[in-house]
């Protein structure tokens, strides 16, 4: 305080110790303030002190309530003097969450400081958005050298300006001269100078010097963002200016200004970072990265006489430098450092010149080669002293001639393009081609020809509406001997390489690998003339009928703005505009409260069928594969798949086949199977699943697993799992054998175990039996377990070790397993380490496989301690000359989650790189997520990153993708940043692609960019979009062409402006458009603009070039500042209003003190104590009730009643008396509801009769305290209201009498149409012209001018004017011009009104003058009129008479209005127009009407009547009649029309119509009519409409009737011959005989239609209690009818509330059946024994017909009943269907709903030869339970038709499903079956399906499996025969956080005749008495094989028989070949 109060401190100082006090001021210290404040001399201190408290007090905030009753308390009702000088005081300002402050030392200086500061209130919280604050002083001479009298500033401005004038013509320098009055004063005492460079040369050099003489100004600025401060800058520099100013290179303006051959290079640095990091050596590692980026420009600017050139060309580099080095002051300094450049230059150099009379740009061609872009990098490393530096070239480019053809079909939908450089021999042709009919198809082929290769590629993708079929081939084939003609040698050099040391060759080593697998001789390995790679592929979807809904919740789903801590309300400030004399109040507005839905649904379809296969043939390795998945009606799944390779070496050949089935079996069960084989030559392996559920009493699930595998190197392993699992009412049990066997050589070995498992939940028993058996060593001693396993095999194929060991100690088990194998030359080895204890538990897995230069590794890590979870993975694997790399690191601990992984697949070949990262953490509330690919995919480069920051309520993501090829670049950029009440996004993207063709070019380049800022109080929004592309035919047909399109968007939105920007502009070659739409407010202007461009030479018929046509517009509003003030009458007679109450209130005191008096009220008052105490005593409670009495007697003698109080209390009283009976009675009857005995209902019924009656003493006792209390004081001063009228009289404020609004500003447009054909311009505009009265100007100019038609140029001016002023008489004046080659139009009027105060009369004089002059007519006319107004104290009148005669135009009209008014009594006025005119021969208006005060009446009669003549005459008449009263209104409206129209000679029409509307409203009836009637020659059409209300019903009623007559339309054809001709209708041959066109082809059609809707009222009403009688509702009822020539129909329909009953009836009646129908529909509800609603629906038809009828009973004890059944039929000629559906559900024992629903359809197309039948069923069951859940759905559909084409289609689809959920968890079954066949003409396509699904869940694990069983048969022309088998079966099992496991087999078989050739010799096989004899041969592209069979025997007394076999196989790899022979022989005896 004290810091304050001290004068002889700085203005800073006090205004800083005063905010500090202000932040928890004491009302002592506010005090001293306040008195401080009186006798404050520095205005600073006081001004800004004053401002600050003034901005508290007028503050509405709930935050300074406890300050602002502080300060009021303070200063005592004081009031505050404002200082109004805002420039030169200090002061504090306030705005919304806006504050700032500015602080003066002196009123003549610069302020000293200014901040400002935006606080924001958000969750509750003050937050500092940001402030930004600036200090200094010393800166008032730099202002004065700048802007001084005669100083830099003013004497530039002036020289330049002389200079100007000087130069500029006499008559514009004297309009300059009289404009600026000073110039010539100025022009007098300076000469101008003749160099003003010079001039200005020597201000600078003055203002420098003058800048150096003055003291160092001192400036402080700082900006803090969310309480942190982001920048400071504090310069204290004196010659900060100077040096400044030095860095401005004048030199180079000289020359810029005078020569083209100038260089500007501009260096700005966009990265300098440092850091250290530290080493295990102690020297830390230095990493520095910079980089700069140089753009620069050649050129320069040159003037000569008439001439002026602007010449330029650009450049940029960007420069990166890299330093990693070891940095040790005064010892080490040394590194690497890599210096990066890359530097674009461009060779055009452009050129602007601009001439007296044209401007002229140029762009030449280059004169050398153009350096797009080059790279250099620059590496070295070395000691501080010493660098060692390399650089090379990053590419060459070379030079290549290419042609290029595109050739687009647009008839075809075909395009295509071939590439040709004959340099590289290439040769590359693509087309695309688009097929649409009943299947869209699209072909696209790609041929690529290179020396000695081809490549063809085909795509085709066909849709259709059920599927969709994808196909893809690939034919590559190259001529590798040619390519490398000595590869063979290569090869065989390579065999011959010594290995190592000991004399081994690589022959020697693929020998024994060879013959360890049993082929004896080595390969020779030769490689072919021909290298070829063919590829086929084919996908085919087809859709499902069904739809999966998927519901995905939503983030904060179900919370609302309340639960996110949103404000409720958005406060405005309170504020004073005391210029303007304006207040506005602080105001609240209330946000509603809103809730954030909890999910959204998505609707997935079904899977019917996808089947994918694929082939690659080659010159090594043949592959074929074949992958299906399918889902069948009844709700099984299946899946097969088929992998088969084959090779020469038949080593490498394997087969894998597998198939999945999931159906449902009778019996509520559920069966799967999954079966895979892999078939090898080393290995044969068979794995089955097989599972069931049974669902019955008691839970049953079977599984039985094999898995078989047989190697031919002797290992053998089987292994096979049995177990069951059941579960009932009483008991869970379970049972599994595990058999396991293993074979390798000599070794083998066995395993066994049993487990069984009975847990008995209610008797709290349960059982295990566990028994394993196996083959290893045991030890147990010293508390320790150790189980052992050594296994070592040895055979000639194969090594194997195996060492395992199980320790188990002190709570720790350890598993350790090592496992070392060499097969075929790979070492393979494996390591497992398992370590669990009761701490932690670690797991370490590490696999690998290596042979001489391939290698595979996997190391997987895990820990789990308390420390959290760690889990490591590590792989890696080099194969065929390709490297990946993966880690992946998993943390979950106490400081979150943490996890990342790195990809990476690199080429060794092609050099090429694919690195794929993530990262993803989770920490203190806060995850953030990131992934980033970059790497080098054929030639095109990628580089995408993604970040997702989630911290809180906000979020921020980025996204960056950038895609580089050779034809196609692509970067894109997404920002966005979202927090509460804040969102901001900002993405660009921008692509450009070149493609060069064999004759020709073509390039696209687009850049789009989208901003987006949105706030709570501004919404900011920019789009961006440019596309351009570029098409260059001239080396064939000379075409070329560029487009470039535009589209730009601006929208900004916030409190004090809006504005809004849209512009579009596109060009196509020298076409263009352009279109410009702004629209903005502003405090100033509120505006719209337009525009519009084209510039085209399509209108130009007389040359070629081209021309613009424009279209402009705007309309905008400037805003006024000023404030006009209005008197409001009567305001002065408001002060009698109090004195007129108070007399009132006297009276009615008075009156209501006599009628006390008068009715004995205080008599009866005084016998309400007796009534209580009779009361009490009735209840027996005698001694309460007794003192009660004396209670009321006492008070009553002692105390004044007041009435009032009295009444009140009293009111009260019998309210709580008759709410507390009703609870009492309410209580009992609930007493009876719950069936408590007659002896306990009496009870507990004394008891709550006891507490009421306490509660009713209470009552009264707290009312006579209030009696006691109380007297006559209040009825005193109602009834001598005396003392109270100055105390009235002083409160009453004073009352203004005049109110200020701001005036009118000025509104004004113009409309311009440009073009080479028409000009017009159109403008307008409305003002106030006058500041002191109103004064309004308005004015209308258009102007249309053109070259070649006269005839449409035109010029009108027009404008008005209204004066209002105070005391001359108000004028309106008004001017119309129009000027026209044909047409000349003059108008002048104007009205003054004159008033005499005296005798309240007014006078008003109009004058009218027009002249119109017509070149070749002269027209001319007259008007006169006459007004009188007399207007008295009680009375006035008016008269007016008009007359206008022009004899020219044949015009005459005549006017008489009559008016007479007397105050208080009535209106009366009448009216005449009397018109004729050439077309008009008579025209009579007559209006007349009174209105009386006294019966309240207005009555308003109006006809008209006028007579036209010409080709139209007739008589057109009009009457109106008003009246309202207040006990009535009537309105009727009469208008009627009769006319002769004769267009032609020999075509006329007689026309008569009538149009009334009546309208009564009255006490009785209220109706509105409509009757309308037209004739037309012999049509006539008439109708009635009416809507009505009277006591009995309320309705809308219409009649329409019509009768037409086409004969009229035969005349069309005679006086429209030119335009068409209409045959005679009589003549139209219909070619039908039953007469239905006949009524259509007769002149009179008659039609009659009624319709009406009528509810008619019911008065039985109800009579409660209280005396309130509500109606019941009444009958609404409707009726239709139509009749005509060809069809009547009659419709009723009707709701009877008080039956609980609607209807709905229709027929129809018709000559023909077809049209005939009958319709009834009956609901009802009844309400006996419960609640049943019935409803019933019939239609009958000959075509169509159905019922329906359902019911719903709802029975007392809340059971539901539901029955509905439902028959449909369609019966047409070519087509029937039948439908039935019965639908049935009931609550009784348990929800339960049951649903059927059949269709038969027939249909029969002779013209089409299609025919069929069909049908279709579905059944679906529910039950529901408190414990389950079970639907069963079943679905069987058969088909049998034949279509057009002769196809015929015949089948049959099951579908079963079912579904079943109880606490559990949740089972479903899915089986689909269906068979049957298309039958095409030549070929035939069967298929036999079979799909089963079977999925069941709970909280603990999801398990699902699909079982399918499929074939297919194709035959063609009954020669060929495709048979296919699919089956699969694929199981899914998850356990939440611990197991995933996914399983799928498929196997699919489709055998093909085209590579196989088999041959039976000798026909097939010889069968014979003694034996038997058969060979077959097999030869194909892989292997040719013979296999031969003998059996020999005799049945001799010595029985004899002889087997032989022998096989042999020969194929191009010798590994394949092989011999082989059997014999056995079997001697016997009988």
């Not at 070019?1001 to 351009?1028: G, M, T």
Request: glycine fraction near 6%.
């Amino acid at each position: 305080m004290h810091a304050v109060l001290d004068r002889a401190a700085s203005v800073q100082k006090r205004v800083a110790a005063y905010l500090i006090l202000m932040k928890n001021p004491t009302p002592a210290e506010l005090a001293q303030l306040a008195a401080a404040l009186l006798v404050e001399e520095n205005p600073q201190v006081k001004s800004f002190i004053t401002s600050h408290i003034s901005n508290i007090l007028s503050s509405t905030a709930p935050e300074t309530m406890d300050l602002r009753l502080k300060i009021r308390e303070a200063f005592q009702g004081n009031e505050i003097e404002m200082l109004m000088e805002p420039n030169e005081l200090s002061r504090y300002f306030r705005l919304g969450s806006l504050e700032g402050n500015m602080i003066f030392e002196s009123p003549k200086e610069l302020p000293r400081e200014v901040m400002l500061e935006m606080t924001l209130n958000a969750f509750g919280f003050d937050l500092d958005l940001i402030e930004i604050g600036m200090e200094g002083k010393g800166f008032e001479p730099i202002v004065e050298a700048i802007f001084g009298d005669n100083r830099f500033f003013p004497d530039t401005i002036m020289k330049t300006t002389l200079y100007a004038t000087d130069k500029m013509p006499v008559e514009l320098s004297e309009v300059l001269d009289n404009m600026l009055p000073f110039m010539g004063n100025d022009r007098k005492k300076r000469q101008a100078s003749q160099n003003i460079v010079n001039e200005i040369s020597h201000n600078v050099n003055k203002l420098i010097e003058d800048l150096k003489a003055q003291d160092a100004p001192e400036a402080m600025v700082y900006l803090k963002l969310l309480g942190a401060e982001l920048g400071y800058l504090d310069t204290k520099d004196g010659k900060m200016i100077h040096n400044l100013l030095k860095m401005i290179p004048t030199d180079f303006l000289k020359r810029l200004l005078s020569s083209v051959d100038n260089e500007l290079f501009l260096h700005y640095i966009f990265m300098d970072n440092e850091f250290y990091l530290p080493t295990g050596a102690g020297f830390p590692l230095r990493v520095a990265l910079s980089g700069t980026f140089t753009p620069g420009v050649k050129g320069g600017l040159t003037f000569n006489p008439g001439r002026k050139e602007l010449a330029l060309t650009l450049s940029a580099g960007i420069e990166f430098v890299t330093e990693i080095g070891t940095h040790f002051p005064d010892y080490v300094h040394s590194g690497l450092e890599m210096h990066t450049n890359i530097y674009h230059e461009s060779s055009v150099r452009a050129k602007l010149s601009v001439t007296d009379s044209k401007l002229r740009l140029s762009i030449p061609a280059p004169r050398g080669p153009i350096e797009l872009i080059s790279v250099t990098a620059c590496s070295g490393s070395g000691t501080e002293d010493q660098m060692i530096q390399t650089l090379e070239p990053m590419w060459s480019g070379t030079s290549h001639e290419a042609r290029n053809v595109m050739i687009l079909n647009r008839q075809q939908y075909s395009i295509s393009a071939e590439l040709l450089i004959k340099s590289l021999q290439l040769d590359s042709k693509v087309s695309a081609k688009l097929k649409h009919g009943e299947k869209l198809t699209l072909e696209i082929e790609s041929d690529l020809k290179l020396p000695e290769t081809t490549s063809v590629q085909t795509l085709i993708l066909k849709y259709e509406n059920e599927k969709i079929e994808a196909e893809l081939k690939s034919d590559v084939r190259s001529e590798i001997q040619r390519i490398i003609p000595n590869i063979n040698a290569t090869v065989k050099s390579l065999l011959d390489r010594q290995i190592g040391l000991n004399e081994l060759k690589v022959r020697d080593v693929l020998a024994k690998a060879v013959a360890n697998l049993g082929v004896h001789t080595v390969p020779v390995i030769t490689l072919p003339e021909r290298l070829f790679l063919n590829r086929e592929a084919a996908v085919k979807y087809h859709f499902g009928q069904h739809y999966y809904t998927i519901t995905l919740p939503l983030p904060l789903g179900g919370k609302s703005t309340k639960d996110l801590n949103f404000p409720t309300t958005l406060s405005t400030p309170n504020l004073i505009v005391p210029h303007l004399g304006l207040e506005f109040e602080s105001a609240s507005v209330n946000l509603p409260e809103f809730f954030i839905p909890g999910s959204v649904s998505l609707s997935v379809p079904t899977l019917g069928l996808v089947e994918l296969s694929g082939k690659l043939n080659s010159n090594f390795y043949n592959l074929e594969a074949a992958v299906s998945a399918a889902r069948d009606p009844a709700e099984s799944y299946s899946a097969k798949f088929e992998v088969t390779g084959t090779s020469p070496v038949d080593l490498l050949s394997i087969k894998v086949e597998g198939s999945a089935l999931v159906e449902t079996k009778p019996g509520d069960s559920l069966k799967a199977n999954v079966k895979a084989v892999l078939r090898h030559k080393i290995i044969n392996a068979t794995i089955g699943v097989e599972g069931e559920v049974e669902f019955a009493e008691k839970l049953s699930v079977k599984s039985k697993s094999k898995l078989e595998v047989i190697s031919r190197v002797g290992v053998q392993i089987s292994l096979e799992h049995n177990g069951q699992f059941g579960v009932d009412a009483e008991e869970i049990s379970g049972d599994g054998n595990l058999e396991g066997f293993f074979k390798a050589g000599s070794v083998h070995g066995s395993g066994n175990l049993l487990q069984s498992v009975s847990v008995l939940p209610f008797r709290q028993e349960a059982k295990m039996n566990s028994s394993l058996k196996i083959d290893v060593a045991v030890a147990f001693a010293n508390g320790e377990l150790i189980i052992l396993s050594n296994n070592t095999a040895f055979d000639n194929l194969l090594t194997l070790l195996n060492i395992a060991k199980i320790t188990f100690k002190e709570s720790q088990l350890d598993l350790n397993s090592h496992t070392k194998a060499q097969v075929l030359g790979l070492k393979i080895q494996n390591m497992v380490e398992t370590r669990a204890g009761v701490e932690a538990v670690s797991i370490k897995i590490e696999t690998s496989t290596y042979s001489i230069e391939e290698r595979i590794h996997s190391l997987v890590t895990g820990a789990l301690d308390i420390s959290g979870l760690a889990i490591h993975s590590d792989a890696s694997f080099k194969l065929t000359g390709h490297q990946a790399v993966h880690k992946a690191i998993l943390k979950l601990n106490k400081d979150g989650l943490r996890t990342n992984g790195t990809t990476s697949l690199q080429s060794l070949l092609s050099l090429q790189e694919l690195k794929h990262t993530f990262e993803i953490t989770y920490k203190n509330k806060t995850a953030t997520a990131q992934c980033k690919t970059i790497g080098e995919i054929m030639g095109s480069r990628i580089n995408h990153n993604t970040e997702l920051e989630i911290a809180g309520l906000s979020c921020k993501i980025k996204n960056h993708i950038r895609f580089n090829s050779k034809s196609f670049d692509f970067d894109t950029n997404t920002d966005g940043t979202t927090i509460p009440f804040r969102f901001n996004f900002d993405a660009s993207v921008n692509g450009k692609d070149d493609t060069y063709f064999l004759h020709g070019d073509a390039s696209h380049d687009f850049i789009a960019k989208v901003f987006l800022q949105a706030e709570p109080q501004s919404i900011a929004h920019s789009h961006e979009c440019k596309i351009s592309t570029h098409l260059n035919l001239d080396y064939v047909i000379n075409v070329n062409i560029k487009s470039q399109f535009e589209s730009m968007s601006d929208t900004l939105l916030i409190p004090s402006e809006q504005r809004i920007k849209v512009k579009i502009k596109a060009e196509v070659n020298d076409y263009a458009i352009e279109q410009k739409i702004s629209a903005y407010n502003s405090p100033g202007r509120l505006g719209l603009e337009g525009s519009g461009k084209v510039h085209t030479n399509l209108f130009n018929t007389v040359s070629t070039s081209y021309q613009d046509f424009a279209v402009s517009g705007f309309l905008k509003y400037d805003k006024s500042t000023d404030t006009q003030s209005i008197s409001l009458p009567f305001i002065e007679s408001l002060s009698q209003v109090p004195d007129n109450i108070r007399i009132t209130l006297v009276s009615m005191g008075e009156t209501l003190r006599k009628y006390i008096n008068r009715e004995g009220i205080a008599s009866k008052i005084q016998d309400i104590p007796h009534h209580v105490s009779d009361f009490v005593s009735n209840l027996n409670f005698e001694r309460r009730a007794v003192q009660l009495k004396h209670a009321l007697k006492t008070l009553y003698q002692e105390n004044t009643l007041k009435l009032k109080c009295l009444i009140s209390a009293l009111d009260k009283l019998a309210s709580d008396m008759f709410n507390r009976f009703s609870e009492a009675l309410d209580i009992l009857g609930e007493l009876i509801v719950m069936g408590m005995h007659i002896d306990k209902v009496v009870e507990t019924l004394p008891k709550h009769i006891k507490v009421l009656i306490f509660s009713i003493i209470e009552d009264v006792q707290n009312i006579l305290s209030l009696i006691k209390t109380q007297g006559y004081t209040k009825l005193n001063e109602i009834f001598h209201p005396a003392s109270a009228v100055n105390k009235l009289d002083s409160q009453i404020p004073a009352i203004s009498t005049s109110l200020l609004v701001p005036s009118f500003g000025k509104l004004y447009g113009e409309f311009i149409i440009s073009s080479a054909l028409y000009n017009a311009r159109t403008s307008a505009e409305f003002k106030n012209g006058s500041k002191r009265y109103p004064f309004f100007t308005a004015c209308f100019n258009s102007k249309g001018t053109s070259a070649n038609l006269n005839i449409l140029s035109y010029d009108l001016e027009s404008t008005a004017q209204i004066s209002i002023p105070e005391t001359s008489p108000v004028m309106v004046s008004e001017t119309f011009k129009l000027t026209h080659i044909e047409l000349t139009l003059d108008q002048h009027a104007w009205l003054t009104l004159n008033g005499s105060a005296s005798n309240n009369t007014f006078f008003l004089e109009t004058s009218y003058k027009n002249q119109v002059n017509i070149p070749s007519h002269s027209l001319s006319g007259t008007h006169e009129s006459d007004l009188h107004l007399n207007m008295g104290l009680g009375a006035a009148k008016l008269s007016f008479t008009g007359h206008t005669d022009s004899d020219a135009l044949q015009i005459k009209m005549k006017m008489k209005v009559n008016a007479d008014a007397v105050a208080l009594s009535h209106l009366e006025f009448n009216a005449s127009v009397d018109t004729e005119s050439p077309f008009i021969k008579n025209s009579f208006l007559v209006a007349s009407g009174k209105a009386r005060l006294g019966d309240m009446m207005v009555e308003i009669k109006a006809s008209h009547v006028t007579s036209v003549v010409g080709a139209v005459s007739g008589v057109l008449s009009n009457a109106a009649n008003i009246i309202t009263c207040p006990s009535k209104v009537a309105i009727d409206f009469q208008n009627r029309g009769i006319a002769k129209i004769n267009l032609f000679e020999c075509f006329s029409a007689d026309v008569d119509v009538q149009k009334d509307y009546a309208v009564t409203f009255n006490s009785d009836m209220q109706e509105i009519s409509s009757v309308v009637v037209a004739y037309l020659n012999n049509y006539n059409y008439s109708h009635n409409f009416k809507a009505s209300n009277n006591k009995a019903e309320m309705g809308i009623y219409a009649i329409v009737n019509s009768l037409a007559s086409f004969g009229y339309l035969n005349a069309a054809e005679m006086f429209v011959p030119a335009i068409f001709k209409i045959p005679s209708i009589r003549e139209r041959n219909l070619n039908d005989n039953t007469g239905l066109w006949r009524d259509f082809t007769t002149n009179n059609q008659p039609v009659d239609l009624r319709a009406k809707l009528v509810y008619q009222k019911s008065w039985f009403a109800p009579i409660i209690d209280l005396g309130l009688i509500v109606p019941s509702l009444g009958n609404l009822v409707s009726d239709v009818s139509f009749k005509s020539s060809i069809l009547n129909f009659n419709a009723n329909a009707g709701i009877y509330p008080k039956d609980y009953w609607m209807r709905i009836s229709a027929t129809t009646a018709s000559v023909f059946q077809g049209l005939k129908a009958k319709l009834d529909g009956t609901t009802s509800l009844t309400t006996k024994s419960g609640l049943k609603l019935a409803s019933s629906l019939s239609l009958e038809n000959a075509h169509i017909g159905g019922n329906h009828e359902s019911t719903l009973t709802l029975q007392e004890i809340y059971e539901a009943v539901l029955s509905v059944d439902t028959f449909a039929k369609i019966n047409l000629t070519r087509f029937t269907i039948d439908a039935t559906h019965q639908l049935s559900a009931d609550t009784k024992a348990h929800p339960k709903a049951a649903s059927n629903l059949k269709i038969k359809y027939t249909f029969d197309r002779p013209d089409s030869e299609a025919a069929g039948h069909g049908d279709a069923e579905n059944t679906l069951k529910l039950d529901a339970t408190l414990s389950f859940i079970s639907v069963e759905s079943a679905t069987q559909i058969t088909t049998d038709a034949t279509l057009p084409d002769d196809i015929k289609l015949k089948g049959k689809m099951d579908n079963q499903a079912n579904i079943y959920v109880n606490a559990d968890g949740l089972k479903s079954n899915l089986k689909t079956t269906g068979n049957g066949y298309f039958d095409f003409k030549y070929s035939t396509f069967g298929f036999d399906i079979s799909d089963q699904l079977t999925w069941e869940g709970d909280l603990d694990r999801i398990y699902s499996l699909l079982e399918i069983n499929s074939n297919y048969t194709y035959i063609y022309y009954n020669y060929t025969e495709i048979a296919i088998n699919h089956t699969a079966l694929g199981k899914v099992e998850l356990v939440p956080l611990s197991t995933l496991l996914a399983a799928v087999d498929i196997y699919l078989t489709q055998p093909s005749h085209s590579d196989f050739d088999v041959r039976d010799t000798q026909r097939g096989y010889i069968l014979s008495w003694h034996g038997l004899n058969s060979k077959r041969e097999i030869f194909s592209r892989w292997y040719n094989s013979s296999t031969a069979i003998t059996v020999e025997y005799s049945d001799l007394p010595v029985l004899k028989g002889v087997f032989g076999f022998s096989s042999n196989l020969t194929s191009p790899s010798t590994l394949q070949e092989y011999q082989g022979e059997l014999s056995v022989s079997l001697t016997g005896f009988k």
